[in-house]
């Protein structure tokens, strides 16, 4: 298989005695060729067989996270989460 990956990922945070907080991005973009995608009945065949010729596949990802916390007493904690992916 030829091809390539770009990846990217970072994450921070920021912390206080009762609240955290703390958000990460991920960003994928990828090309793939030659995945060889063949129905099984080809492959006894001829195994280099390529059933969807020239079989490019570009998957592509944005992430981004954030995440919340915060002691609102000994026995109470409200969380949340809110996020956006493409």
């Known amino acids: 298989m030829r091809g390539g990956f770009r990846q990217f990922f970072a994450k921070g945070?920021?912390?206080?005695?009762?609240?955290?907080?703390?958000?990460?991005?991920?960003?994928?973009?990828?090309?793939?060729?030659?995945?060889g995608l063949s129905p099984e009945s080809f492959l006894s065949e001829r195994r280099e067989s390529i059933y969807t010729y020239p079989d490019r596949t570009s998957p592509q990802v944005r992430f981004l996270n954030l995440h919340a916390r915060h002691d609102l007493a000994d026995d109470l904690v409200l969380t949340g989460t809110l996020y956006h992916r493409e």
């Open 13 to 35: 945070g920021w912390s206080s005695e009762a609240s955290r907080v703390e958000l990460s991005y991920t960003h994928g973009r990828n090309d793939l060729i030659g995945n």
